[in-house]
T-cell receptor, first 114, second 115 residues
Framework: AQKVTQAQTEISVVEKEDVTLDCVYE???????LFWYKQPPSGELVFLIRRNSFDEQNEISGRYSWNFQKSTSSFNFTITASQVVDSAVYFC???????????FGTGTRLTIIP | DSGVTQTPKHLITATGQRVTLRCSPR?????VYWYQQSLDQGLQFLIQ???????AKGNILERFSAQQFPDLHSELNLSSLELGDSALYFC??????????????FGPGTRLTVL
């Protein structure tokens, strides 16, 4: 069965600090896809990144970076030099190959203090 | 803006009533997904349609049903509403072909309040 665990319920950091959001997943499939979504206070879900299980290369996009480690079943998300606009709830999600539904974690509420 | 539209944005109704939520996918997308976000259950997959046909079913109650029309818009019907049905309902769509690696783009959601 698929499962995504985001152990950090809430995180608060001061602006310009770096912050890492943890995501641990469980799946029996060898091919799967991992995602991060952002839900700002306005409520919509914004797609951030997709990572395929066969591609363990880490990715950087501006101040955002993602660390995928198959050995520990983790897909962590780091925001460098955080800004107030980064305040949101962040969800990690998993999708097995051939199964199109997304299984979401419970989310991490990130608050950036100015 | 993801390109997925949902109406209405807010809906307030009473227990026992029936409501219809509407979703229009991004242009060209064939798959539509419905998710429910509630405080106690989190974000949960309800159902998926692909080009008019039901493709996958999640934890969708029997009181809930959905369909996808020839123009690819979808409707989620919720009946015999209970207080616990109060939630944010999201629609998402993904690129044609149904390839499982394609990301899903979410609409702004419909906030349903059952009083």
């Amino acid at each position: 069965a698929q499962k995504v665990t985001q152990a950090q319920t809430e995180i608060s950091v001061v602006e310009k600090e770096d912050v890492t959001l943890d995501c641990v997943y469980e799946t029996r499939d060898t091919t799967y896809y991992l995602f991060w979504y952002k839900q700002p206070p306005s409520g919509e879900l914004v797609f951030l990144i997709r990572r395929n299980s066969f591609d363990e290369q880490n990715e950087i996009s501006g101040r955002y970076s993602w660390n995928f480690q198959k050995s520990t079943s983790s897909f962590n998300f780091t925001i460098t030099a955080s800004q107030v606009v980064d305040s949101a709830v962040y969800f990690c999600a998993l999708r097995d190959f051939g199964n199109e539904k997304l299984t979401f974690g419970t989310g991490t509420r990130l608050t950036i203090i100015p | 803006d993801s390109g997925v539209t949902q109406t209405p944005k807010h809906l307030i109704t009473a227990t026992g009533q029936r409501v219809t939520l509407r979703c229009s996918p991004r242009s060209g997308d064939l798959s539509v997904y419905w998710y429910q976000q509630s405080l106690d259950q989190g974000l949960q997959f309800l159902i998926q349609y692909y080009n008019g046909e039901e493709r996958a079913k999640g934890n969708i109650l029997e009181r809930f049903s959905a369909q996808q029309f020839p123009d690819l818009h979808s409707e989620l019907n919720l009946s015999s509403l209970e207080l616990g049905d109060s939630a944010l309902y999201f629609c998402a769509s993904s690129a044609p072909g149904g390839s499982s690696y394609n990301e899903q783009f979410f609409g702004p959601g419909t906030r349903l309040t059952v009083l």
